[in-house]
Nanobody, 124 residues
């Protein structure tokens, strides 16, 4: 089992940057694929970015590709989401999630563990 805690959210102007962090507990963190999702008010939770346990395969939603970067540090049990060129439509609660699989990481149903979320607000 793994527990996840996100941090790094906040208020930023359009065009700015934020880096979200996700701290994971558990000795087997390196065996989990990791993902970031977001949920805006009144909308369903949606996939943002994901990566396999080895970091060899990365996935991005089309709306963030080229602006967001997912990375992980297995030695520190950390996952990051670097968000650049932020837009008001990026405003949402961002969630870190862990999956025991390495396939279909864009599918929310593939994830077994979730953090509590961190708010990101982008002003225009």
């Amino acid at each position: 089992q793994v527990q996840l805690v996100e941090s790094g959210g906040g208020l930023v102007q359009a065009g700015g940057s934020l880096r979200l962090s996700c701290a994971a507990s558990g000795r087997t963190f390196s065996r989990y694929s990791m993902g970031w999702f977001r949920q805006a008010p009144g909308k369903e939770r949606e996939f943002v970015a994901g990566m396999t346990w080895s970091g060899g395969i990365l996935y991005y939603a089309g709306s963030v590709k080229g602006r967001f970067t997912i990375s992980r540090d297995n030695a520190k049990n950390m996952v990051y989401l670097q968000m650049d060129s932020l837009k008001p439509e990026d405003t949402a609660v961002y969630y870190c999630a862990a999956s025991t699989t390495e396939s279909s990481l864009t599918d929310i149903r593939r994830y077994d563990y979730w953090g509590q979320g961190t708010q990101v607000t982008v002003s225009s």
